[in-house]
């Protein structure tokens, strides 16, 4: 998951209180956040530099207190400190989700984005907006800078789905053009340089650079680059690679235009609404933004960005009967509250409850009503571990053969312990029985995570699969339990038990895995698939992981159903 890092003098101001690390720490637990880890800004820079200590000359005072926050992979307005204090005040209860609109300008008025049809062969799409009349400080100019980054290591896929180019507007005259030219007909002084060079030359000079050279692949090859030019023909951009100097932001800026373009239009609107949403907290009129009309070359015009509220209409009884907890609609509605999404409740004619929920352009990561519940049912605790584990705990301590073609292998690692993603979420499990042999028994336990798999169809060479695994730890093995626990996670999915060879719902037939007793385990089939096995854990695996109680485990591949 992304780690970001923000000044903790800076986030406890923006937050209007000061924490301690364990009242923070604690804060964040019940956000669903984590504090990964506390360090300054020149420690920082000696681990860059691989310096000890005195090697820095650094005294007493190592500079300002960084927090490394770890928030979830989909939550990209949580990318910035920004969002990240935003999120965490409407969790507070000190401050309402916002309201953002767009500024009511005639169309006639709009500043314009004509698209030519030459960009359809290497970058179709592009969405634009205008933050007008911003204000930034030296700390919200380097946040707007990390968020692009952000972003384009995340959604953005290392730039090959979006690209982001943003604009100092009081240098450019619009409207504006976006096409797709020969190499040697653009010519450009690019940011931070200071003579023009032929967009083929860049190809070149950049060669050299170590941010740069990466993204080069994504167009280098092609008989034309994509560029963006304002009236004067002035370039804007050469995405995906470097934007132009004349336009480049600086502290001055007052009005900023964001241009994104890409292959994935539904991921351009999603950053383009990310870093609007969130910077136009510091326009003169606060969440505010100015739309732009993009113009196609066959006559389609569409206006950006698109602020529109989702509406959900979610049955109370579907969330209390999937995450197996009877609440009450005004507690429901409050939670939901706290997370930025606004919920009303309304009772039906048949005295049955709706909840309504508007969710607003920041979170783009909901998208069905079971995002608006968690599933956590039948008293199983949740847990979170680690995604990084060793290579030994992977495979050997669970009686596996490493077979060298299936996990990620992470280089030069600081740590023995970390060493590997997991392709499991069995470890981890584990390792948390092991740590609390003391804890009263049963032990009842759950997790939703992600693992990784080499994947060399994947443009990264590794895919994620999201995995639920739950354990159970007591005096007896509680295979029965566990099993149970299928049953009724595959009720709540809605999917039927069938005889086996019956491709429409699920089955279970019998399993030879390693990592569990032999005769007591089975695999699970969902429409011909194996999406999963149970059983008894093996005596050895247990005396790996130095674990005296008998265990049962669960693990399911949920992307299946998602």
Not at 226 to 254: C, E, F, M, Q, Y
Request: aromatic share 8%.
């Amino acid at each position: 998951m992304p780690t970001v890092s923000v000044g903790r003098d800076r986030l406890f101001s923006a937050l209007g209180k000061s924490y301690s690390q364990e009242e923070f720490e604690d804060l964040c637990f019940k956000f669903g956040i984590e504090l990964d880890d506390v360090t300054t800004e020149k420690a920082i820079i000696r681990k860059e530099r691989h310096l000890n200590e005195e090697d820095g000359g650094v005294g007493d005072d190592d500079g300002e207190i960084i927090y490394k926050i770890e928030v979830p992979a989909n939550r990209y307005d949580l990318l910035c400190l920004e969002g990240i204090a935003q999120a965490l005040r409407v969790f507070n209860e000190e401050q309402q989700t916002p309201t953002y609109t767009l500024a009511s300008i005639p169309k006639d008025s709009m500043l314009k984005m004509h698209v030519k049809p030459q960009t359809s062969s290497i970058r179709p799409f592009v969405v634009c907006a205008v933050l007008r009349d911003i204000t930034f400080d030296e700390a919200s100019y380097n946040s707007f800078i990390d968020l692009q980054d952000k972003l384009h290591q995340n959604i953005c896929r290392r730039r090959t789905l979006v690209a982001i180019g943003t604009h100092d507007l009081d240098t450019l005259q619009g409207p504006f053009t976006y096409e797709a030219l020969h190499p040697k007909s653009i010519n450009f002084v690019p940011l931070k340089q200071e003579k023009s060079f032929r967009a083929d030359e860049l190809m070149e000079f950049y060669k050299s650079d170590m941010k740069l050279k990466k993204f080069l692949q994504i167009i280098e090859n092609s008989p034309v680059f994509p560029v963006i030019h304002d009236s004067k023909r002035t370039v804007l951009s050469l995405p995906p690679i470097i934007n132009g100097a004349h336009s480049a932001i600086t502290l001055k800026t007052k009005n900023v235009f964001i241009e994104c373009t890409a292959t994935d239009l539904t991921k351009a609107n999603i950053v383009l609404n990310t870093m609007v949403t969130i910077f136009s907290a510091y326009c003169q009129r606060k969440f505010e933004v100015e739309p732009v009309e993009v113009i196609y070359s066959d006559g389609r015009s569409f206006i950006y960005p698109d602020l529109s509220v989702y509406n959900m209409e979610v049955p109370l009884s579907y969330i209390t009967g999937s995450i197996g907890v009877s609440l009450e609609a005004e507690k429901v509605t409050s939670l939901l509250n706290r997370m930025q999404l606004r919920a009303e409740h309304s009772v039906l004619d048949d005295n049955k409850c709706n909840i309504n929920v508007s969710v607003p352009p920041t979170r783009s990561d909901i998208l069905h009503p079971c995002d608006v519940m968690e599933i956590a049912m039948n008293g199983f605790t949740e847990v979170l571990t680690w995604i990084l584990c060793s290579n030994r705990e992977n495979f050997a301590l669970l009686n596996r053969e490493d077979d060298r073609s299936s996990a990620v292998i992470i280089g030069n690692p600081r740590s023995s312990d970390f060493e590997a993603v997991r392709t499991s979420l069995m470890p981890g499990a584990l390792k948390i029985i092991g740590h609390n042999k003391d804890h009263p028994k049963p032990i009842k336990i759950f997790e939703v995570g992600d693992v990784a798999f080499l994947d060399d169809s994947k443009d990264v060479g590794a895919t994620n699969r999201r995995h639920l695994a739950a354990l159970y730890c007591g005096t007896n093995s509680g295979f029965e339990l566990i099993h149970s626990l299928l049953d009724r996670i595959m009720e709540v999915l809605g999917t039927p038990f069938v005889p086996i060879g019956d491709n429409t719902g699920y089955y279970i037939q019998r399993s030879d895995a390693p990592e569990f007793l032999p005769g007591r385990q089975a695999s699970i089939i969902y429409k011909g698939k194996h999406i999963g096995d149970f059983g008894i854990v093996h005596p050895q695996v247990l005396n790996n992981f130095v674990i005296t109680d008998p265990c049962s485990f669960l693990e399911i591949d949920i992307e299946h159903f998602l």
